[in-house]
């Protein structure tokens, strides 16, 4: 069974930092291409970082580019997701996914980590 369980959400000012991490299990996770998914208020899920299998490349949202970085550990079976100079705009549910670029709706995702970009 697919688990992917989220931690590291949080508020936070403008400008600020946050670095999500997601713990993987059931599947072989060096084999699958992971991202991280999110949900704004009032609007849909949406793709916004993703790496392919065994790190052979990287996917961003042209909204976030620059400003994040996605990152695994084989190792310790983890995907990151590190948010830089985050904007209010930037506040949703972030969810961890499995099998990008899969429709977000459809895609094995986690319950999701909460981030708020508020002064």
């Known amino acids: 069974e697919v688990q992917l369980v989220e931690s590291g959400g949080g508020l936070v000012q403008p400008g600020g930092s946050l670095r999500l991490s997601c713990a993987a299990s059931g599947f072989t996770f060096i084999s699958a291409d992971m991202g991280w998914v999110r949900q704004a208020p009032g609007k849909g899920l949406e793709w916004v970082a993703a790496?392919?299998?065994?790190?052979?490349?990287?996917y961003y949202r042209d909204s976030v580019k620059g400003r994040f970085t996605i990152s695994r550990d084989i190792a310790k079976n983890t995907l990151y997701l590190q948010l830089d100079s985050l904007k209010t705009e930037d506040t949703a549910i972030y969810y961890c996914a499995k099998d990008y670029p899969r429709p977000p709706l459809v895609a094995p995702r986690g319950q999701g980590t909460q981030v708020t970009v508020s002064s």
């Open positions: 790496i392919h299998s065994r790190g052979s490349g990287t």
